[in-house]
Structure formats: structure tokens, C-alpha cells
């Protein structure tokens, strides 16, 4: 299972590419935010563009909340499978912060489905 460790930022960080044939399933999550400057507001988002339907015939990129969590500081918040059951991402699976914090780590392990 593929994982990345990012840092939080206000940019959304790509974690796994966008890819046609799968979803992409967060399947752990670590938020190291033990050593941050405050608490953070850290989301897992979906980027997608919708396909062509009735009425839509250009349709545009799309960012989707799939899942929010506040890490207290000084706290390392470690996420199982099964707390983040139901979470798909249909698109690229990002990671987002409120605020950039180089000293807050964050580890996400995937699957595509």
C-alpha cells in the first residue's frame, strides 16, 4: 500500500493521482502535530471533473470535502482504516491545512480501488 507524508499547507498537496479506472480509498492517516505552531483544521479532498450529463455538456473541476479533523497541538492523532471507512475519493486524493505549519506532518496510505 502506497503512503506519502506531507506537511500542512494551504495549498492542497497531492497524496494520489487522479486516475480513470479507480477510486482512490484513504486507508490510514497520521497527524504528527506534536512539535506545530497551534491547533489544525487538516481535510482529505476530492478533485474531479464530472463527466458530460443532459444539460451539462462542460463541466468543470470540482473540489469535494471527503473528510475533516482538528489536530490539537502537541497531539500525533493516528487513524486506522476503519475510522475512515466510506471515505472515496473519485478524483485525486489531497491533503489541505488551514494554515502552513512545517512542523506538522501528516502521513496518508492509500489503495486504488
Do not use: W
Not at 497524496?15 to 482512490?24: E, I, S
Not at 466510506?86 to 491545512?97: D, F, N, R, T, Y
Request: charged share 20%; hydrophobic share 45%; net charge negative.
Amino acid at each position: 500500500m502506497p503512503s506519502l507524508v506531507v506537511t500542512a499547507h494551504t495549498t492542497a498537496v497531492s497524496v494520489a493521482a487522479d486516475r480513470a479506472d479507480a477510486v482512490a480509498i484513504p486507508t490510514s492517516m497520521t497527524i504528527d502535530n506534536e512539535g506545530g505552531a497551534a491547533d489544525r483544521v487538516i481535510r482529505i479532498q476530492d478533485i474531479f471533473t464530472p463527466s458530460v450529463t443532459n444539460g451539462v455538456a462542460g463541466p468543470v473541476e470540482t473540489t469535494v470535502d471527503r473528510f475533516r479533523i482538528t489536530a490539537i497541538v502537541g497531539d500525533i492523532i493516528t487513524l486506522s482504516e476503519e475510522d475512515l471507512k466510506g471515505v472515496k475519493c473519485l478524483g485525486a486524493l489531497v491533503v489541505i491545512g488551514d494554515a502552513i505549519d512545517a512542523d506538522c506532518h501528516i502521513s496518508v496510505g492509500y489503495k486504488h480501488e
